[in-house]
């Protein structure tokens, strides 16, 4: 399941769902999988998951590193209707991505490392990427 329907409206433009309605429907999806991976840009909902986690790994890489892999990132068909049209954000997400170290909301650098530090399972940071295999 992709995380943007727990995270996000179905409206345009995007709105962010009530966190107590995102808590409701990740419940749900924790009793149908067992095992599950999530991609913590929302740092809010990763706190949600805290006691249910085994393992965090925090992708600290660079500016320029994280601007290159949005430039590279394959189409998201249940989010775009082409290739074309997920590019047409791709000025807005750099201007996001660029401010990602100045920002103090629950996206930012800030929240992530905080999570981070906090977080009291197995953990690691990757630095730049890697290919896992």
Request: proline share 5%.
């Amino acid at each position: 399941m992709d995380l943007d329907v727990l995270a996000w409206l179905p409206t345009s433009p995007p709105q962010r769902m009530p966190l107590e309605e995102s808590r409701v429907k990740i419940e749900v999806f924790l009793r149908e999988n067992e095992n599950w991976v999530v991609e913590g840009c929302y740092t809010d909902l990763l706190e949600l998951l805290v006691e249910e986690s085994t393992e965090i790994i925090f992708m600290d890489l660079s500016i320029e590193q994280c601007i290159e892999n949005a430039r590279n990132r394959p189409w998201e068909p249940h989010k775009y209707e082409s290739k074309e049209a997920q590019d047409s954000n791709l000025d807005m997400l750099t201007r996001w991505i660029k401010d990602y170290k100045a920002r103090s909301d629950t996206f930012s650098y800030e929240a992530h490392l905080r999570f981070y530090k906090t977080y009291q399972g197995k953990k690691a940071i990757y630095a730049e990427n890697k290919n896992i295999k």
